[in-house]
């Protein structure tokens, strides 16, 4: 199986800020990497599709790159309602498999 | 428009079979492939698994032997099955037509 490993788990940050979280791929995955937002209590909501498309209605502070096999989810200038967990995905092959999710909170 | 809901028991105890119903609308099951994934309390998403537009089926490997993706395009029923379940599958179960739309999730609590 394609392990996903992310980075960081938590991630303290300020409103305003820029922040980066990470997800490497244990073998080529392409650009079939796919971000997730989820909010407590809620269900996830696709954030970034195929590595750097942004997903419909999300806010284009946030973007999505690639460097070989590391892929990253940037949010350019942190706002209150970014507050959730984050998670990566790939879909390259079955069986898919997530990161193991990034807390976003507030310092 | 597209709307996902599960359903089953809250409660199931050790060593038998969670049974796990998802009712969809919105969209044809013969065009589109449904996931389940989970997420034990307070940890991440795990994918448990899929079936295909075509009715074929892929499983998340550590659950594989255990594990049964079904549907009745009739009825527009997706249906997992998961047997000897452990206090580890403890989980809220979602069903998504993956990645965009999502059920709002299940809670299964093994315990006796």
């Known amino acids: 199986d394609i392990q996903m490993t992310q980075s960081p788990s938590s991630l303290p940050a300020s409103l305003g800020d820029r922040v980066t979280i990470t997800c490497r791929a244990s073998q080529d995955i392409g650009n079939y990497l796919r971000w997730f937002q989820q909010k407590p209590g809620k269900s996830p909501r696709l954030m970034i599709y195929g590595a750097t498309n942004l997903a419909a209605g999300v806010p284009s502070r946030f973007s999505g790159s690639r460097s070989g096999s590391d892929y990253s989810l940037t949010i350019s200038s942190l706002e209150s309602e970014d507050m959730a967990d984050y998670y990566c995905?790939?879909?390259?092959?079955?069986?898919?498999?997530f990161g193991s999710g990034t807390k976003l909170e507030i310092k | 428009q597209v709307q996902l809901k599960e359903s089953g028991p809250g409660l199931v105890q050790p060593s038998q079979t969670l049974s796990l119903t998802c009712t969809v609308s919105?969209?044809?099951?013969?065009?589109?492939?449904v996931h389940w994934v989970r997420q034990p309390p307070g940890k991440g998403l795990e994918w448990v698994g899929a079936?295909?537009?075509?009715?074929?089926?892929d499983y998340n490997s550590a659950l594989k032997s255990r594990l049964s993706i079904s549907r009745d395009t009739s009825k527009s029923q997706v249906f997992l099955k998961m047997n000897s379940l452990q206090t580890e599958d403890t989980a809220i179960y979602f069903c998504?037509?993956?990645?965009?739309?999502w059920g709002q999730g299940t809670l299964v609590t093994v315990s006796s």
């Open positions: 995905l790939q879909s390259k092959e079955s069986p898919f498999t």
């Open positions: 919105g969209f044809s099951l013969t065009s589109n492939s």
């Open positions: 998504t037509r993956f990645p965009t739309y």
């Open positions: 079936i295909w537009s075509g009715g074929s089926t």
